[in-house]
């Protein structure tokens, strides 16, 4: 069995696109895509233009490497709170919560922006099949009541993130964490009091 072990070069190289990728990923949270140049991702990575295309063709293809990332770190935390043994309710609110912690983190302009991308329309429907998964799952445990149908649940969440896009909705929050959140507490919650119940 023959295993590769990387020489200085691929070590420089490895650490140069990490680099890269976390100045991005710092620089577009903040700004979003189009007002961050390569040149400023250069310059405060420390690496020349030319160590940037050799890792990345362009800026949205960076995007898109580091979205892929932090979708892969989604279907982690997904299967992990899958797997907690602890009411549904609760595993509901974890991973809300963990969505929370990921917008907090962007920019109204980022958000904005990588909405409209093609890759995130590619992540966004295996995503939604993951999650129609996990509803089924919960279905079949008894955690859902079985009248309401996973596909409706789906497409309520689906609605309900194309609520969050809406200029008419945006503009009544101050950010999008706090429209996610009340978006969020309305689907689970409703309309009454939980302190009525």
Not at 11 to 37: D, P, Y
Not at 82 to 93: A, D, G
Request: net charge negative; charged share 30%.
């Amino acid at each position: 069995m023959f295993i590769h072990t990387m020489n200085s070069t691929e070590l420089q190289v490895s650490k140069k696109h990490q680099q890269i990728v976390a100045t991005a990923e710092e620089l577009f949270l903040k700004h979003g895509l189009k007002r961050v140049s390569v040149e400023e991702i250069c310059q405060k990575a420390g690496v020349s233009r030319m160590t940037f295309y050799r890792c990345f063709a362009n800026k949205t293809v960076l995007m898109q490497h580091i979205w892929d990332r932090w979708i892969e770190d989604a279907y982690r935390k997904l299967d992990e709170v899958e797997n907690m043994p602890i009411p549904f309710p609760e595993k509901l609110r974890l991973m809300q919560d963990y969505k929370l912690e990921m917008t907090a983190k962007m920019s109204t302009d980022f958000i904005e922006e990588v909405f409209r991308m093609d890759f995130y329309q590619t992540s966004a429907e295996a995503w939604k099949q993951r999650v129609m998964q996990f509803l089924t799952d919960a279905q079949k445990r008894g955690d859902i009541r079985p009248e309401v149908r996973p596909e409706l649940i789906l497409v309520l969440l689906n609605k309900l993130t194309e609520l969050v896009n809406d200029d008419s909705v945006k503009h009544l929050y101050a950010d999008y964490v706090e429209l996610t959140r009340e978006i969020w507490n309305f689907f689970y919650y409703g309309l009454i009091n939980r302190n009525e119940e």
